[in-house]
Each structure stands twice: as C-alpha cells, then as structure tokens.
C-alpha cells in the first residue's frame, strides 16, 4: 500500500488559509457590551476578535460570555450591556500563531479552537485560520492522494 506523503500537507505554510483583517469582524476592548452583542447577533459568528486600534490582539469575545455577564442572582440584568466593556468580560486564553508558522499547528490548535489569530512578526493582527477551512484543506488532501493509489 501507497503511504500519504504526510509531511507535504503538515508543512505547508498557513498564509494561504487566511481570512484577512478586513474580513474578520471585531470589537474594541473599550466598547460596550451592547455593541458587541449587536455585531456578534448581526455577523452570526459565536465569537470574534478584540483588537485595539493599531490592530493590536486583545482578547476574543463571545455571545456565551455576554449572556453569562448579564446573569443576575434571580433576573437576567440586560442594563448591564450598557455599563459593561468588552474588556471587562473578554478571554485573553485564545490561539494565536505567526504567519511563518506551518499547517501542523493550526491543525493541533484546531481541536479545540474553532479559529486561530494569526500575527506578523511586529504583533500587528493579519486575520485569522478556521476549523472549516482547514478540515477543507485535510478533506481534499485525502481524496486527492485516494484517487492516485
Ligand atoms: P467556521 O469554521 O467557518 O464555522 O468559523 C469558526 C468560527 O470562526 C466562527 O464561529 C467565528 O467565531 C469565527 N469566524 C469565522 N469567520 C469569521 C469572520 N469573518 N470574522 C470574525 N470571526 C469569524
């Protein structure tokens, strides 16, 4: 039997998987809840980027941690999406990887994040990797290397 060349597919650079920052729907960290409720609800992503204005990486935000921050001891309390900054309920635990890195990372990463950040040398954001197009790139991979057996 044919071995895959499993290598080749683990080595490839990551650029080609990018959704670049113009694409990549984000808040600031100094925005209100209500803001990044409105922008998740609208763009229907569970989470997204938080990046300052230089296109610094702050944090990720999702819907689960809105809703959790509005939680009340017997009420949910909605007044607190006006009050509350995105950087007071934010994750700083995300994946984060540089644009010289390989596939084999973002695969690994990618079992348990459904996207990755991805950053240039100078910590500037560039956009980010997703579970889906990775496994794309994994799906056509294989069926390719079937069809040559
Ligand atoms: P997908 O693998 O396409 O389902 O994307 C996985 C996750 O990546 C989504 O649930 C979002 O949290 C995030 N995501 C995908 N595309 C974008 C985008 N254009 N802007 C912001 N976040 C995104």
Redesign the pocket.
Known sequence: MQKLDYLNILESPIQSFL?SVE????VQPNNTLEHALLILIK?G?????VLDTDFKLHGLISKAQILDSILGLERIEPERLQTTTVSEVMTTSLARMKNDERFERALSYSINH??ICVENEYGEFLG?I????LLAHVNGYLHANKKTK
């Open positions: 959704i694409k990549v729907a984000h763009s992503y569970t989470a997204i980027p459904p996207f980010i997703t579970r889906s197009k």
